[in-house]
Each structure stands twice: as structure tokens, then as C-alpha cells.
């Protein structure tokens, strides 16, 4: 089955650079129409789509924080890292990496989701 | 970014009770819009894809539909584990923007 999981600090100071790993078996990033998302939820508020990264190595971006994130994979290691730079308290929130299956173009969507790990900006 | 906005923000109901949560895109989207189930310190739970198809396990009891800019969400005989907090998300382009989220509370 498949399964995600989130793996980073728990706890930054502002203007860090935030790093996450989401570690994930049941599937392969080598696979057609599959990718690997991240999207946050800060405390209390609503989920926001960060980023995105497709099996043949395209990468997109929220617009919004594009010159803040790179997302890269590592098929081999069956792993999705996302780097966060000048991290600042309003990014505290849950992050989670969620699995983008493939088929369809209309059924792609994130069906398997990691648990997340709450990342705290503070000094 | 195509903006998804969600009415009602909050929603009070009963056991029992149909429901209806409605979701609008700020453009059309054909029907590339899912819906997710989140509660209380848990990850997201897709319920539909392609905006009226069903993810495997999820109860009948759940549907949606529309097409274009305009979708719903019904539960149609609310069950004591679906109180919970419902998010849209459009899947047409990117970023794949969610809804701000509607909580559906015990009456």
C-alpha cells in the first residue's frame, strides 16, 4: 500500500532555510502521471497547495512563494525533499507531502497524504 | 491562481440531515475538482475526484456534482463520523488552489 511521511525540524528561527524530506513506499516517482505535492496548513486555517513535482522531473510552484521553494526528488531513495528559504513565523503551519497518482488528466489528484509534521517558526 | 471560494464558511445539522457545502471557481475549470474530508488533527481524506466521481471506500451516502465554475458537495443522510471540516481544490492548473474550508458542525 502506499504510505508518506514527513521528516524535518520541528523548529526554526526566522530567516532559516527550512528542510523537508517526505519518505514514501507503495509506488514509484518513475511512474507516468505520478508526482509528489507538499501543501501546509497553518494553525487553525485553511490547506495552501506549495508545490509539485512529476515523475519526468517537472517542478511547479505556488506563484506566491516560488522564490522561496525548490522541490527535487530522488527516485532511487524513494524520497521528495522541499527547501523553504527566509523562513519567517507566518510559515509556522503542518506540512504535508501528498502522493499524485496518475491516469486521466481529471483524475490526477492527491489520494494519499503523509501525516505531517508542524514546523514552528520562532526565535 | 484561480481562486475557490466555499459557502458556507460553517454549517450546523443533525444526524440525519442532507446537506449541501457549494464550491465556485473564479474561472471555469471544467471538472477538475475534488473534494476532501479533514478532521481534527488528521491529514486530508479525498472523497471525490473529477468533481462527481467517487474514491474507492468512500460511503454512497456522499456524491458531488457540477462542471464549469460551480460544484456541490451532498451528504445525504448525515452520519456521526462525518462532522468534520470539508475542503474543494481545483485540479485544472496550477498552483491547484484549495477552498477555504467548510465546518460542519454537530446541531
Known amino acids: 500500500q502506499i504510505t508518506l511521511k514527513e521528516s524535518g525540524p520541528t523548529l526554526v528561527k526566522p530567516t532559516q532555510t527550512l528542510t523537508l524530506t517526505c519518505t514514501f513506499s507503495?509506488?514509484?516517482?518513475?511512474?507516468?502521471?505520478?508526482?509528489v505535492g507538499w501543501i501546509r496548513q497553518p494553525p487553525g486555517k485553511a490547506l495552501e497547495w506549495l508545490a509539485l513535482?512529476?515523475?519526468?522531473?517537472?517542478?511547479r510552484y505556488s506563484p506566491s512563494l516560488e522564490s522561496r521553494l525548490t522541490i527535487t526528488k530522488d527516485t532511487s531513495k524513494n524520497q521528495v525533499v522541499l527547501t523553504m528559504t527566509n523562513m519567517d513565523p507566518v510559515d509556522t503551519a503542518t506540512y504535508y507531502c501528498?502522493?499524485?497518482?496518475?491516469?486521466?488528466?481529471?483524475?490526477?489528484?492527491?489520494?494519499?497524504w503523509g501525516q505531517g509534521t508542524l514546523v514552528t517558526v520562532s526565535s | 491562481d484561480i481562486q475557490m471560494t466555499q459557502s458556507p464558511s460553517s454549517l450546523s445539522a443533525s444526524v440525519g440531515d442532507r446537506v449541501t457545502i457549494t464550491c465556485r471557481a473564479s474561472?471555469?475549470?471544467?471538472?477538475?475538482l475534488n473534494w476532501f474530508q479533514q478532521k481534527p488533527g488528521k491529514a486530508p481524506k479525498l472523497l471525490i475526484y473529477?468533481?462527481?466521481s467517487l474514491q474507492s471506500g468512500v460511503p454512497s451516502r456522499i456524491s458531488g456534482s457540477g462542471s464549469g465554475t460551480d460544484f456541490t458537495l451532498t451528504i445525504s443522510s448525515l452520519q456521526p463520523e462525518d462532522f468534520a471540516t470539508y475542503y474543494c481544490?481545483?485540479?485544472?492548473?496550477?498552483?491547484?488552489?484549495f477552498g477555504q474550508g467548510t465546518k460542519l458542525e454537530i446541531k
Open positions: 501528498a502522493h499524485r497518482r496518475g491516469g486521466p488528466t481529471r483524475e490526477r489528484t492527491f489520494d494519499y
Open positions: 507503495g509506488f514509484s516517482l518513475s511512474t507516468s502521471g505520478v508526482g
Open positions: 513535482i512529476y515523475w519526468d522531473d517537472d517542478k
Open positions: 474561472q471555469s475549470i471544467s471538472s477538475y
Open positions: 473529477a468533481a462527481s
Open positions: 481544490q481545483q485540479g485544472y492548473s496550477t498552483p491547484h488552489t
